[in-house]
């Protein structure tokens, strides 16, 4: 071989390494960066105090209802080192499935396989038609764990689609939220959708607007920075119902939220009397409201292992909730809400 094919050989060599390697570099890169993509798509809010959460949906409790009657004997759970606020509030097993109707719930729990999950999802379209949006945050390759599941659903229609009102500020926000209720032009027939619990003062009022499902969407304007169930409370023992008039306004914004939520300070402790830790604790709420109605789906999921596999009006009232309130929704002939959060911001409103 002569010297200048050699060159020649060797030069085409150096530019097929160089294009491998640049091909190599380009999809290693590529896959990097869709990794990431993909853990961004979920944005979980880990909360280590339960106390500042500002929406509340009944399907944690259920779970945690399951895992006192199958794992703990039915006794309440205590870690070792002290229990944290949301642990002592679960084990008063405050609510339960009794509070909602068979048709809107489900759950289920078993040892944790592929085999669970797909049976999960299976009977979770067959009775809802939906997909989860928990169950790929579950570690499903841990053996010897156990997994407490519960889901959620709820869609409700008012009796009469409120009129839209126009776009405004909520509770003195710079951006402007999307608005509907009743004013001077509405028709009357949209009275009927409202039953007014109390009006106390103009910056403390409730109503409730009613649905075709005998779903109760409970609205209470107030300033007070108390509890969910003190507040509910505070609504039972002031309720006194009285018609909504031609000299009365209503005035709610549309909502949307979608968040999952993880239980930290329930997690990696260990459960007197028993070998049992938490290992995930996860919750996820998606909720919309607007004039013709709304819709609620919330999934909880439990994963717990063993500790040696782990680590009358005769004025106007203005119903305006245009500055913070807090909602509830329950169904018609039970005595507790399933559902409720506080609106201080905009946060969850719909926005112009």
Do not use: H
Not at 196 to 216: G, I, P, Q, R, W
Not at 297 to 314: F, V
Request: charged share 30%.
């Amino acid at each position: 071989m002569n010297k200048k094919k050699f060159l020649s050989l060797l030069l085409v060599f150096c530019f097929t390494s160089f294009c491998f390697m640049l091909c190599g570099f380009t999809f290693f890169k590529k896959n990097k960066t869709q990794v990431v993509k993909k853990s961004q798509q979920v944005n979980i809010e880990q909360v280590t105090n339960s106390t500042s959460n500002d929406i509340w949906c009944i399907t944690f409790q259920l779970v945690w209802n399951e895992f006192i009657n199958k794992i703990n004997n039915g006794k309440p759970v205590e870690f070792v080192g002290g229990n944290p606020v949301l642990a002592d509030e679960l084990n008063k097993k405050l609510y339960s499935k009794n509070d909602i109707s068979e048709n809107s719930y489900y759950i289920k729990d078993g040892k944790i396989s592929k085999a669970l999950k797909k049976q999960i999802e299976k009977d979770i379209y067959k009775k809802f038609r939906e997909k989860s949006d928990i169950l790929d945050l579950i570690n499903w390759n841990v053996k010897d764990s156990y997994l407490f599941y519960a889901m959620l659903k709820k869609d409700f229609n008012f009796l009469t689609a409120f009129d839209k009102l126009t776009s405004a500020s909520f509770n003195n926000s710079k951006e402007n939220v999307k608005y509907f209720g009743v004013n001077k032009k509405s028709n009357k027939k949209l009275y009927k959708n409202i039953d007014v619990l109390f009006y106390n003062s103009d910056s403390e009022y409730a109503v409730k607007l009613l649905t075709k499902e005998n779903e109760e969407v409970i609205l209470f304007r107030t300033e007070k920075d108390d509890s969910f169930e003190k507040l509910y409370e505070f609504i039972e023992q002031n309720t006194g119902f009285s018609e909504f008039t031609s000299y009365d306004f209503l005035k709610v914004p549309e909502m949307n939220v979608e968040k999952t939520i993880s239980y930290d300070e329930l997690c990696n402790k260990k459960i007197k009397n028993s070998d049992f830790i938490i290992s995930q604790a996860l919750q996820t709420i998606k909720f919309k409201m607007d004039n013709k109605g709304g819709s609620l789906k919330s999934e909880a999921a439990m994963a717990i292992m063993k500790t040696s596999l782990m680590p009358e009006a005769t004025k106007s009232r203005y119903f305006y909730f245009d500055k913070p309130f807090v909602m509830f929704l329950k169904e018609q002939n039970k005595n507790k809400p399933y559902y409720a959060m506080k609106i201080n911001n905009t946060k969850y409103l719909v926005k112009e």
